[in-house]
C-alpha cells in the first residue's frame, strides 16, 4: 500500500488521532486506519474463520483502568444481597 503524509492537520484533528492511539494502545499510524475505517464503513480485514461482532466493538477495551476501577465498583454494590429483601 502507499504512504499518505498528512499537512497542517488541525491541532484539534491529532489530539483526537492520539487520544484513539492511546485508547486502543497502539501507533498513530494503527489509530488514523482505524478512524477511517470507522467513519468509511470500510470493511475490516479479518483472519479467515473469524466471525465478527460488532454489537460491542465500540466499547470493547476503550475503559481506562480508573473507568474500569469505577465501573466494578459500582457492579459490586449491585450485586450485594439484602438479607430483609429476601425474607
Same mark, same amino acid.
Given at each position: 500500500?502507499?504512504? &499518505?503524509?498528512? #499537512?497542517?492537520?488541525?491541532?484539534? $484533528?491529532?489530539?483526537? %488521532?492520539?487520544? !484513539?492511539?492511546?485508547?486502543? #494502545?497502539?501507533? $498513530?499510524?494503527?489509530? %488514523? &486506519?482505524?478512524? *477511517?475505517?470507522? =467513519?468509511? !464503513?470500510?470493511?475490516?480485514? #479479518?483472519?479467515? /474463520? ?8 465500540? %466499547?470493547? /477495551?476503550? @475503559?481506562?483502568? =480508573?473507568?474500569?476501577? !469505577?465501573?466494578? =465498583? +459500582?457492579? +459490586? ?6 438479607? !430483609? *429483601? @429476601?425474607?
Amino acid at each position: 500500500m502507499k504512504a &499518505i503524509t498528512l #499537512r497542517n492537520l488541525p491541532p484539534e $484533528i491529532e489530539k483526537i %488521532v492520539r487520544k !484513539e492511539a492511546d485508547r486502543q #494502545r497502539t501507533s $498513530i499510524n494503527k489509530a %488514523v &486506519i482505524s478512524l *477511517l475505517e470507522r =467513519k468509511s !464503513e470500510a470493511p475490516k480485514k #479479518r483472519k479467515p /474463520g473469524m466471525k465478527q461482532y460488532d454489537d460491542l466493538d465500540s %466499547v470493547a /477495551g476503550s @475503559w481506562t483502568k =480508573k473507568e474500569t476501577a !469505577e465501573f466494578n =465498583k +459500582a457492579l +459490586a454494590a449491585q450485586r450485594t444481597i439484602d438479607p !430483609e *429483601l @429476601w425474607k
